[in-house]
């Protein structure tokens, strides 16, 4: 039941971000998309031990959050609370690799610790910029751009059905999932085969919403094909971002500043 | 009397499965004029309201809109002329904003994307819902989703509204606004409801229902009046409407 | 299952995201050429309530965890192999943009994982040949249970060898195999039994869904164009690896020279004795092709080539201080202050 307040919560509230006015909210989605996804390819393709060469990275969330206005908590819980796969997977490798490679004084660093560190702070950068991209945007808005970019429509429609439909069938399942709690004093955990009924009946209903819905969709004229009517445009504020960023990213990904930073400050110091 | 805007002669609807859904039904219905469908559930309104959008053909008997036969080849004029409201407006809201939603129509009838702006704004200033553009459907109230449900019908323009259960789920100050707004309209109107006193206040003439078959049809006010017709219907008088005609 | 973007590289990243760009065009391509406008709001329902279906945990039997719908299977029952993968991957693609569950990189990774061996491996090639258009509850639930454990091990071993080929996480090949395979022979298992059920459940209340759904892919997928497109596509990764890892020396091949050397180095902790012994004992997949790439490599610890204090002290120093930074120009750029998220949830 949590996980369905917590689900329906998030739904609304990525909505709601999306729905602000800042600059970044009004950039075109494309290219926020586009920077995006320049961002992960270049954070993920560090080799496996970097650590200190990351870090510059951390500043393209943080400026979507802060310009963006988006709540900064919010974003970080979400980004730590998710996928414990990339830990349970990257636990291991302090156990398997327990070559010593960095020395601070008299500790010893395994690459272990190093690679795992490393899978956090890419896991941490990954995530919470793809979901300051989302709460910028909003998943319509990103659906459009892959329209635009030539994504095969059926896809692309799919998206823009199904993210209207979350929130309808999330609340219905929610409805029918409650109803059961309400009566089953004993068990707290739903059995298998209440999960087959609720969801059997859920699906049913689901394909006569579906019905329905054509009918509207007839009814409008309805000929096969959605469309849409153009809300978005490629300016110089577009063109800047993306090239300012990648600017950024070459300049990150080409030279490891905090390493250069760091040398700077032990020679004042000494 | 004019020229029937729709006109239904002997039509029955069965369903694949066998059941006789609709059987002899025929009416005439003005231009202008405005028709409640009462009737307990499963008496057959919906599957009459499927007709006049051609989403169900007749059995047997026809039906006719605007003087085109309801069938295959009309169906695009067929429904061009009729808008549906649909009873559950999630259904009804299916594109991700509500811009978008009452272009829908527009755009798929090839409205240029010059005009494309004010007649959807038109559209949505008709039902008050001018300022909800930029949102998606899923965050509305009920009584916003019904609106703009509205203005999507509204801005293809048809002469006749189908409407199913338009009050359902409505908060009583939605369902005045909306039996206002209903009442500022000029075009034909079909209403299925249970809704008795809306159906009072906004129709003029009524028919019952009953098990497929209409069992009266006259004027609203005297139809809700008819305390044993009403009963064996299985439905019960407008609360504002005695056999009196008094509170 | 999902694979996170921070397991992978770009190269296997990347590579994943074409095969299933590529099966996302392929399928629409299909589902444009059968030209049912039903399917357009079908399909997009059926996404919702597979989210919504997999919001809903339940107990697996005997286990104690929970366990959660898969949903590939079922969407391919009712909407055909090409609709179904389509369906399946939106419901991916939301989940990575909304709940960050995967990630966006490791998005094709996912859809393949997921989508593809259900859809155009497990659906056609074992449900739809036994269970066919039977009607025995028996039939079902064998097609069900069969093609559900072998989606999911064929999704099981691609996360292994996906991670593997990004060389991110230490895991020898054998370990993470006795490890993901199992698991997800259960998964399967249950997977199995919940699309059965449904199936059941959905011919006994309402069989013209699933007779409609039949007809509209009467052949379901051919095992020759199957495996021909699984040949293509598996192709295409290759050379997309092959090109990333050339263009970028030490991205694939090293990593994999790595990740397999690791088991050679000094094995001190219980749980990797443990891991070890279990592997040595029940090794049923030949490692040859690690170990011959091992000599290659001698010291796993050349890889990292200065192991100099002065730089790890400045990458630590830096490092913080960079973060620092980037606090500062956050706090900076935003104008009023901290926000309170109640703001912004309002009905």
């Known amino acids: 039941m949590n996980s369905f307040a917590a689900n329906s919560f998030d739904l609304g509230t990525m909505d709601a971000l999306a729905a602000g006015n800042t600059p970044l909210h009004r950039l075109d989605a494309r290219a926020k998309l586009l920077v995006t996804l320049l961002f992960i390819v270049t954070v993920v393709s560090f080799e496996k031990y970097s650590v200190s060469a990351l870090m510059p990275f951390v500043l393209y969330p943080v400026f979507l959050i802060a310009a963006g206005d988006l709540p900064a908590g919010y974003i970080l819980k979400k980004a730590l609370w998710v996928s414990p796969f990339a830990l349970s997977v990257g636990i291991f490798n302090p156990l398997l690799d327990r070559q010593i490679v960095l020395h601070l004084g008299e500790f010893g660093i395994s690459g272990g610790w190093l690679s795992l560190t490393s899978i956090l702070i890419r896991f941490a950068l990954t995530v919470s910029a793809a979901l300051a991209l989302v709460a910028l945007t909003g998943v319509n808005a990103i659906c459009e751009a892959l329209m635009k970019w030539g994504v095969p429509r059926p896809f692309s429609v799919q998206l823009l059905f199904l993210n209207r439909f979350l929130s309808v069938l999330a609340g219905e399942a929610g409805r029918m999932t409650r109803a059961r709690a309400l009566r089953g004093f004993r068990k707290r955990k739903m059995g298998i085969g209440t999960f087959v009924q609720i969801a059997g009946h859920l699906l049913l209903r689901a394909v006569d919403r579906a019905e329905r819905v054509y009918r509207a969709m007839l009814c409008r004229g309805f000929d096969g094909r959605i469309r849409l009517a153009g809300h978005s445009h490629i300016g110089g504020r577009e063109v800047f971002f993306v090239t300012a960023w990648g600017a950024l990213f070459a300049l990150f990904r080409l030279t490891n500043l905090p390493v250069e930073l760091g040398y700077l400050l032990t020679r004042i110091i000494e | 009397m004019n020229r029937p805007i729709i006109e239904a002669k002997e039509l029955c609807y069965t369903y694949p499965d066998g059941t006789a859904a609709l059987k002899d039904i025929s009416f005439r219905i003005a231009q202008g004029g405005s028709v409640a469908l009462v009737g307990e559930n499963g008496a057959g309104k919906s599957s009459l309201l499927q007709h006049f959008t051609g989403c169900l053909l007749p059995s047997a008997g026809t039906l006719s809109i605007k003087g085109t036969m309801v069938e295959g080849k009309n169906l695009k004029a067929v429904r061009r002329a009729v808008g549906m409201l649909f009873q559950n407006p999630d259904d009804q809201l299916f594109m991700p904003t509500v811009f978008d939603d009452v272009a829908f129509g527009l755009l798929n009838t090839g409205t240029p994307e010059n005009e494309l702006e004010t007649r959807v704004m038109e559209a949505l200033g008709t039902v008050g819902a001018a300022h909800l553009r930029a949102r998606p459907p899923y965050r509305l109230s009920q009584g916003e989703k019904r609106a703009v449900a509205i203005a999507g019908v509204l801005a293809m323009g048809p002469d006749i ?87 | 299952m999902h694979m996170a973007d921070a397991l992978i590289s770009p190269a296997v990243g990347g590579a994943m995201w074409a095969v299933s760009g590529g099966l996302i065009a392929y399928s629409a391509k299909k589902v444009r050429e059968e030209a049912d406008d039903r399917k357009v709001p079908l399909m997009g329902v059926l996404g919702a309530f597979i989210f919504a279906a997999q919001m809903i945990n339940f107990s697996i ?8 719908l898969g949903g590939g299977m079922i969407l391919s029952i009712l909407l055909g192999p090409y609709a179904g993968f389509l369906t399946l991957a939106s419901v991916l693609t939301i989940q990575a943009l909304f709940f960050a569950d995967g990630g966006l990189l490791a998005l094709g990774c996912n859809m393949l994982n997921m989508g593809f061996f259900t859809c155009f491996i497990a659906y056609p090639l074992i449900h739809r040949r036994i269970a066919g258009n039977s009607t025995d509850g028996k039939r079902i639930m064998t097609a069900a249970l069969l093609a559900g454990v072998a989606g999911l091990q064929l999704g099981a071993f691609a996360v292994v060898i996906e991670t593997l080929a990004s060389g991110i996480s230490e895991l020898p090949f054998r370990t993470f195999v006795l490890l993901m395979q199992p698991i997800h022979l259960a998964i399967g298992l249950v997977e199995g039994t919940v699309t059965a059920g449904i199936a059941t459940l959905v011919m006994n209340a309402r069989p013209e869904i699933l007779a409609t759904a039949g007809q509209e892919a009467p052949a379901g997928v051919s095992v020759k164009k199957t495996l021909l497109t699984f040949g293509a596509a598996a192709a295409l990764a290759a050379g997309a690896l092959s090109w990333f890892a050339s263009a970028d020396p030490d991205g694939l091949e090293w990593s994999m020279l790595k990740t397999s050397g690791k088991e050679e180095l000094e094995s001190g902790g219980r749980l990797h004795g443990l891991l070890d012994s279990v592997q040595k004992r029940t090794a049923f997949l030949p490692d040859y092709n690690f170990r011959k790439a091992e000599t290659a490599e001698p010291g796993a610890g050349q890889a990292w080539p200065a192991v100099d204090k002065g730089t790890s002290a400045a990458g630590l120093i830096g490092g913080l201080l960079t973060l620092l930074l980037a606090w500062i120009a956050g706090l900076a750029l935003r104008r009023g202050g901290v926000k309170s998220l109640s703001r912004y949830n309002r009905p």
């Open chain 2, 161 to 247: 509204l189908v409407m199913d259960e338009p009050t359902s789920g409505l908060d009583p100050g939605s369902r005045r606004r909306l039996i206002r707004l209903l009442k500022t309209f000029g075009h034909t109107k079909v209403i299925a409801t249970h809704d008795m006193d809306f159906a009072l206040e906004t129709c003029e003439r009524a028919m019952v229902i009953h098990r497929g078959r209409i069992s009266a049809d006259g004027p609203a006010r005297v139809i809700f009046s008819d305390k044993a017709l009403l009963e064996r219907a299985s439905l019960e008088p407008p609360r504002g409407y005695g056999p009196t005609g008094c509170p």
């Open chain 3, 61 to 68: 039997p005997a286990t104690g965890s929970s366990g959660h």
